[in-house]
């Protein structure tokens, strides 16, 4: 089973809303990514938890706010996004093999994310 | 800096066709290689990747790429293209330095009737 899976598919939401994007994987990897992508764009890369620590933040502003309350689950509080949010957010997960640029990244189907 | 170029952001071919989509990276040290496709409001599905050993990586969907080292190359192809394969196409490299992969701009495929 190479599943991740996201929760919701779609969120529309308010310039002053709070609301949270869920990631899960039961494929046992150690490593969680979260992704932005805009139209017509790669993905771009926000943050990376390793064994449930928080290891790469890519200067993302803090009103992303990401959390991964055990080894299967990873979150993406959002509080206060701008317009320029919107974009499809993707999570991923892979082993931990040691040589992180050879680890493949398993990707779930995103949540389109509107703000409006 | 290490990154990697998508030559042609769209590419159109007859269905049964010949696919060439190209990738070249820029790196002095051993890459690893991905490709993955995105079919429209869903997310990247790993196609095929290179690690080491065998250069001509064969893939799903009756994808393959082919490292070439001298080119600095990890060309995409598929002998005869499908309907189907109408997709966002993105090449990547990482590296046992880094932390995270380089995703290129992506090359649309477009597919005729």
């Known amino acids: 089973d190479t599943e991740v899976t996201q929760t919701p598919k779609h969120l529309v939401m308010g310039m002053t809303n709070k609301k949270s994007l869920k990631c899960e994987q039961h494929m046992g990897h150690r490593a969680m990514y979260w992704y932005k992508q805009k139209a017509k764009k790669p993905p771009e890369l926000m943050f990376v938890?390793?064994?449930?620590?928080?290891?790469i933040n890519e200067s993302v502003p803090s009103r992303f706010s990401p959390e991964c309350p055990n080894s299967s689950l990873l979150n993406l509080h959002l509080h206060a996004l701008q317009p320029e949010d919107s974009a499809l957010y993707l999570c991923a997960s892979s082993q931990i093999t040691g040589t992180s640029g050879r680890d493949t990244q398993y990707f779930g189907p995103g949540t389109r994310l509107t703000v409006l | 800096a290490q990154s990697v170029t998508q030559l042609g952001s769209h590419v159109s071919v007859s269905e049964g066709a010949l696919v060439l989509l190209r990738c070249n990276y820029s790196?002095?040290?051993?890459?690893?290689l991905f490709w993955y496709v995105q079919y429209p409001n869903q997310g990247l599905q790993l196609l095929l990747k290179?690690?080491?050993?065998?250069?001509l990586v064969k893939g799903i969907n009756g994808f393959e790429a082919e490292f070439k080292k001298s080119e600095t190359s990890f060309h995409l192809t598929k002998p005869s293209a499908h309907m189907s394969d109408a997709a966002e196409y993105f090449c990547?490299?990482?590296?046992?330095?880094?932390?995270?992969?380089?995703f290129g701009s992506g090359t649309r495929l477009s597919i005729r009737p």
């Open positions: 990547a490299v990482g590296y046992s330095s880094a932390s995270k992969i380089i």
């Open positions: 290179y690690t080491t050993g065998a250069t």
């Open positions: 938890y390793s064994y449930e620590k928080l290891s």
């Open positions: 790196s002095s040290v051993p890459p690893y």
